[in-house]
């Protein structure tokens, strides 16, 4: 097949292949052949990114823990472009904590995915629901939207969990603290789980017609607020800036790929049991 020359997602030039690979040039031999692909011979041929992206899955990579751990494959820093909603007293110096490694990585592994619904009844404007947007059926809300998420995560070679369990249902009181039981004995059996990613949906109730949204590709989609909590509430949360690294450095690539598609990224006092490890983040997909 024909490779073509474009950047690559990770700041660096790569050559990607049609099939859906993405193979970097670091990977190319002095001949300008492909060492893993039948040496196959490399074309000059130069087509725009939004060209490519048409016929490459993206997030189909070989990239390894040791290539994300060196600082050549750190993405550009948009931290100019990154909208950050601080409601604590903390300062931060974000260029500094974009070119941070993340500490999300056991015996040179990349971490297992754990998907998990605090608030997993939360529903939207247009789903059969009770007066504080919430409805049971798994198919009508957050739980789908987490499977979703875990097919795509799966689908690009990632090790994913996904709890499908309600916290908030029958009893939206405690929820957090069930959650956390739950979090706390998947972490317990599988010392790989580091991402642990809490899908919501925004809580906005008071306004149907509040609908945070952007054009990409041609399609009106939901924008996603991360929510990274500190310490600040009181709660313990000592390593609660490596949550906030991942924060920033995964709006940072995503950035790189659909510049719309977050809300500023919200620090907050609470901690929300992302102390329970390194890689904790409240995604919020869309409002009510």
Sequence with gaps: PAIYYIKNLFGKEIYALKNGQYVFNTQMDDMGKDKNLNNVDITNEIV????????????KTNLTVSDINDKEYIIGNNVSKIDVKNST?????????????????????????????THGSETYTGVEHTDYFRNENTALNMIRVGEELA???????????????????????????????????????????QIVLDIHRDAIASDENFAPSA??????????????????????????????????????????????????????????????????LILEVGAT
């Design 48 to 59: 725009s990114e939004d060209e490519i992206k048409k016929d490459i899955e993206i997030g």
């Design 89 to 117: 007293k903390y300062q931060f110096d974000f260029n500094e904590m974009l070119n941070e490694k993340l500490n999300i990585f056991k015996n040179n592994k990349m971490p297992t995915i754990l998907i998990i619904h």
């Design 151 to 193: 097919n795509i995560l799966k689908n690009s070679g990632y090790d994913v969990i996904h709890d499908i369990r309600l916290y908030d249902y029958p009893t939206y009181s405690g929820s957090y603290t069930r959650a956390l039981s739950s979090i706390q004995e998947y972490i317990n059996k599988n010392k790989n789980v």
């Design 215 to 280: 054009q990409i590709n041609g399609q009106t989609v939901s924008q996603i607020s991360i929510i990274s909590g500190t310490n600040e509430g009181g709660l313990s949360h000592p390593n609660w800036e490596e949550n906030l690294k991942f924060a920033l450095q995964l709006y940072n690539t995503a950035y790189e790929i659909y510049p719309d598609i977050f809300r500023p990224l919200t620090i907050t006092k609470s901690r929300y049991n992302q102390h329970a490890s390194n890689g904790s």
